[in-house]
T-cell receptor
């Protein structure tokens, strides 16, 4: 069964304290892995798509990487405005184009 | 360009009543998805439209849920009759033609069944 697991569930960082969020996945074949950010009361906001092992994408203080079993979202020198829930989702090659989501990591960055 | 719009943002109904959620996708997006997040759980897929056709409805929980997409534009999700376990946040997403392009999400409809 296709599955996505994110860790940690919650993370508190001081402003400027870099860290990484993990997304482990099990799928029959990976079509794509997607990272989203979600603020309270809002829908998920797209960040990155990764398609193959070894691929990396960067945007401001965020960098996403992908291996055959997991993805990391590295946050460098975070600011309070980076506080949000970060969601990982995979799209499998088998069947349809739905997303399979993890439960997310709630990030709080303290000033 | 307008994003994905969902209406209403909140709905509180009694068990046994009917509720209809609406989603207006980004103009020109052929793919439209419905997802749901119940308390403490991950966001789960409900169904996928390509234009007006149901491509995948494997995530629909039971026959109390009915989704339609009129003319390949907006979509509605009707729950009839609503049960307590239907409470959660319902998200709609859309994406352009192409299987693995990213989806853009609406702000969600929070449904509470009491």
């Amino acid at each position: 069964e296709d599955q996505v697991t994110q860790s940690p569930e919650a993370l508190r960082l001081q402003e400027g304290e870099s860290s990484s969020l993990n997304c482990s996945y099990t799928v029959s074949g990976l079509r794509g892995l997607f990272w989203y950010r979600q603020d309270p009361g809002k829908g998920p906001e797209f960040l990155f798509t990764l398609y193959s092992a070894g691929e990396e994408k960067e945007k401001e203080r965020l960098k996403a990487t992908l291996t055959k079993k997991e993805s990391f979202l590295h946050i460098t020198a975070p600011k309070p405005e980076d506080s949000a829930t970060y969601l990982c989702a995979v799209q499998a090659t088998s069947g349809t184009y739905k997303y399979i989501f993890g439960t997310g990591t709630r990030l709080k960055v303290l000033a | 360009e307008a994003g994905v719009t969902q209406f209403p943002s909140h709905s509180v109904i009694e068990k046994g009543q009917t509720v209809t959620l609406r989603c207006d996708p980004i103009s020109g997006h052929d793919n439209l998805y419905w997802y749901r997040r119940v308390m403490g759980k991950e966001i789960k897929f409900l169904l996928h439209f390509v234009k007006e056709s149901k491509q995948d409805e494997s995530g629909m929980p039971n026959n109390r849920f009915l989704a339609e997409r009129t003319g390949g534009t907006y979509s509605t999700l009707k729950v009839q009759p609503a049960e307590l376990e239907d409470s959660g946040v319902y998200f709609c997403a859309s994406s352009p033609q192409g299987a693995n392009t990213e989806a853009f999400f609406g702000q969600g409809t929070r449904l509470t069944v009491v």
